[in-house]
T-cell receptor, first 111, second 116 residues
Framework: EDKVVQSPLSLVVHEGDTVTLNCSYE??????LLWYKQEKKAPTFLFML????IEKKSGRLSSILDKKELFSILNITATQTGDSAIYLC???????????FGQGTRLTINP | NAGVTQTPKFRVLKTGQSMTLLCAQD?????MYWYRQDPGMGLRLIHY???????AKGEVPDGYNVSRLKKQNFLLGLESAAPSQTSVYFC???????????????FGPGTRLTVL
């Protein structure tokens, strides 16, 4: 059965800090890994990763995938209070039509 | 272009009552999904559909039924609500994979359901 585990489950830091969120997975026939940000309502898409070692970047957020060690990290530099959210990681296998989500990491940025 | 919409936004039911949640998307997506989200559990897939007239069970299907009579709509039904079904329900949609299309799922705003 496909499985996604995120760590830590909860993280509290001060504004300006850099954070690293982790996502490890077990999936038969991996196709892609996706990161989402969820504030008060619906998850919004951040990144999709399919190849090892290629960093995806958007402003202060970046993510990379390691298909050999079966994990991905999401980095946020110079954090702001607006980065406070739940960050969700999900994987898709080649044969399935559905994403498998991790439990999420609740990130809180204190001013 | 409204994206994915859900109705209602909030609902309170008594145990044993029934209701239907409606999801609509205007992006011409083939795939549609229903998830529930509970604290500390992430998103768990209830049912999904890969096209009009087809549905399949997800991770937690018991107590729910779905229908996809039109491509743009996906209905989630609770025939006899139970307190364990108190949750936030999200609908999502995506393109068929392949042909260079992204695997991204687009989510609706959610429905908060409380069963007393």
């Amino acid at each position: 059965e496909d499985k996604v585990v995120q760590s830590p489950l909860s993280l509290v830091v001060h504004e300006g800090d850099t954070v690293t969120l982790n996502c490890s997975y077990e999936v038969t026939n991996f196709r892609s890994l996706l990161w989402y940000k969820q504030e008060k309502k619906a998850p919004t898409f951040l990144f999709m990763l399919t190849s090892s070692g290629i960093e995806k970047k958007s402003g202060r957020l970046s993510s990379i995938l390691d298909k050999k060690e079966l994990f991905s990290i999401l980095n946020i530099t110079a954090t702001q209070t607006g980065d406070s959210a739940i960050y969700l990681c999900a994987v898709l296998n080649q044969g399935a039509q559905k994403l498998v989500f991790g439990q999420g990491t609740r990130l809180t940025i204190n001013p | 272009n409204a994206g994915v919409t859900q109705t209602p936004k909030f609902r309170v039911l008594k145990t044993g009552q029934s209701m239907t949640l409606l999801c609509a998307q205007d992006m011409n997506h083939e795939y549609m999904y229903w998830y529930r989200q509970d604290p500390g559990m992430g998103l768990r897939l209830i049912h999904y559909s890969v096209g009009e007239g087809t549905t399949a069970k997800g991770e937690v299907p018991d107590g729910y039924n779905v229908s996809r009579l039109k491509k743009q709509n996906f209905l989630l039904g609770l025939e006899s609500a139970a307190p364990s079904q108190t949750s936030v329900y999200f609908c999502a949609s995506s393109y068929t994979r392949g042909q260079g299309r992204t695997d991204t799922q687009y989510f609706g705003p959610g429905t908060r359901l409380t069963v007393l």
